[in-house]
């Protein structure tokens, strides 16, 4: 058989420098990163995090039939979490890598259901010293095909994964079993006539190195062996037609042709007849760029065990807009997170007729324009603004009873809700009943009650989120922050967080008085450690 020149084995020693992901060097974590301090562009560019480590070492420890069973060609960036972890897990051993990556902190998370695909799983961990998410792919079948419909399964899984050999962090398949599928992957990707009418026929930058990377260490004796012993069906002469067609400058024509002949080879194991497969393919074209150009809501991961609203509340000065910033960024890049003001609530339609109506009335000087801030005095105590403020508390009771709504119906499909402020009993200054402030001081004021009770009635409607975190700033420290503000009012609301005895509640206290890198460690870790 005639092979191309790029399908030869390269010489033993350029063999060795090439392929030393592949090498199994036994050095502990700590060696390995007094290794990498030689250069700082080197450490930063092939530095293991401490979480993929772990992993890798307690599956090697535990003796756990697995292998990382594509791209090997760029392990590098598998251990620095740049890239998935796409790992291939024997079925019998399931059980007990689901163990291993729980007992880690794992947490599984999904798409929408019609993007869930049998035997693949997904799992996220967070690595605590760099800050960054790990994304396990977790394999229970050898799936493949274009990204919109995985129709395949190749069942070679048992003898990919007896293939495998220990490397220096991760367990890889032999090169030759690797090309293998590699070819099927991107002959199913990339070969189809409805990809290469809408030119996405040609291999990208990175699929390219990787053909180039394996083409240099199959052993073809030993590739043929493979083929025959576990893939009959393939025949060897289309497979090497296959592979040369990647190569650069095959004429569509071509490709098309040889994509057809390898789908009816391989028919036996599509999850799906063609036409069903084709049509998913347009169904799922037209909702990513629905959702991603229309939308602009780009498909992301919802947690598997439910989604969770988490509050953040804290007085002025102790950097709770930073951190809900900052969390929401962290956060929002994997997986369905929304932001939602429930101090400050976008007005409904209701809202803003209502506040149009009394805005009507102060233009007119029918009545000054007050706030509860303008009725305080030194001693902290509230007098009654009048009913036009208070009409217009009422409404921002309503707007926030309906934004905690939206809220818990997004986090209820697997969402993931940061709320800046929330309504507690043990808070009422600046989120709670306003009625509450000021009950004492209008008892004869026969409008009052009937007005107070439709208030409280909306703020019965909060119980607590699943995640509360106070931030708890020293009042003083929160006036020198904030400069720029009212110096009693700031004084008044950090001194009601930070007086507050917060220990026979659900809330999770953070010392804000820290630098902000301190106190969004300990957040991150705190979020992830109960979502």
């Not at 043929?224 to 060897?236: A, F, K, M, N, V």
């Not at 904030?482 to 609301?493: A, G, M, N, T, Y």
């Amino acid at each position: 058989m005639v092979m191309s020149g790029k399908y030869q084995v390269k010489n033993q020693a350029q063999k060795e420098i090439d392929f030393l992901p592949r090498l199994e060097i036994k050095e502990d974590f700590e060696t390995r990163e007094r290794k990498l301090q030689e250069s700082d562009s080197d450490k930063e560019k092939y530095k293991t995090l401490e979480l993929i480590y772990t992993l890798c070492k307690t599956l090697q420890t535990e003796d756990i039939s697995y292998c990382h069973w594509k791209s090997n060609n760029a392990l590098d960036f598998s251990a620095n979490g740049k890239n998935d972890l796409d790992l291939l897990v024997s079925r019998s051993e399931i059980q007990h890598f689901l163990e291993i990556l729980y007992r880690l902190g794992f947490k599984k998370a999904e798409c929408s259901d019609d993007q869930i695909t049998p035997g693949i799983v997904n799992f996220y961990g967070y690595d605590g010293n760099s800050g960054q998410i790990v994304h396990v792919h977790a394999h229970y079948n050898l799936i493949m095909g274009h990204d919109d419909s995985k129709n395949y399964q190749i069942p070679v899984e048992q003898g990919y994964l007896e293939s495998a050999e220990q490397g220096e962090l991760f367990r890889v398949p032999a090169p030759e079993f690797e090309l293998i599928l590699f070819v099927i992957r991107m002959m199913l990707k990339h070969s189809t006539w409805d990809v290469i009418l809408t030119r996405q026929g040609k291999l990208n930058k990175n699929e390219r190195k990787e053909l180039s990377f394996l083409q240099s260490f199959v052993n073809i004796d030993r590739l043929h062996e493979i083929l025959h012993d576990h893939l009959p069906y393939l025949d060897q002469n289309l497979f090497d037609a296959c592979l040369n067609s990647l190569q650069e400058g095959t004429p569509r024509f071509r490709r098309g042709v040889l994509g057809i002949r390898l789908q009816y080879a391989i028919r036996a194991f599509a999850r799906r007849p063609k036409l069903i497969e084709l049509t998913l393919k347009w169904r799922q074209r037209f909702v990513h760029i629905f959702r991603a150009r229309i939308l602009r809501r780009p498909l992301k991961k919802r947690f598997s065990r439910g989604g969770a609203l988490i509050a953040i509340v804290g007085g002025d000065g102790a950097g709770k807009t930073t951190a809900i910033d900052e969390l929401y960024a962290w956060l929002s890049d994997t997986f369905e997170t929304k932001k939602t003001h429930l101090g400050k609530p976008n007005w409904s339609f209701i809202t803003f007729m209502v506040r149009g109506f009394l805005k009507i009335g102060t233009i007119l000087k029918l009545y000054p324009f007050e706030t509860i801030m303008d009725n305080i005095n030194e001693e902290g105590f509230y007098r009654f603004p009048g009913y036009p403020w208070f009409i217009r508390e009422i409404c921002t009771a309503r707007d926030r009873v309906l934004s905690y709504t939206r809220a818990r119906r997004f986090a209820a499909n697997g969402g993931i809700v940061i709320c800046d402020r929330f309504p507690l009993p043990q808070y009422i200054n600046m989120d709670g009943p306003m009625s509450s402030l000021i009950r004492n001081h209008v008892n004869d004021r026969w409008f009052f009650r009937p007005l107070s009770r439709i208030e409280m009635k909306y703020y019965r409607f909060f119980i607590p989120p699943e995640i509360l975190i106070v931030l708890r700033a020293d009042p003083e420290i929160a006036v020198s922050r904030k400069k720029e503000e009212d110096e009693i009012f700031v004084r008044s609301r950090s001194s009601e967080i930070w007086e507050k005895d917060w220990s026979n509640t659900p809330a999770y206290v953070i010392d804000a008085n820290q630098t902000k890198e301190a106190v969004l460690t300990e957040l991150k870790n705190l979020v992830w450690s109960k979502l």
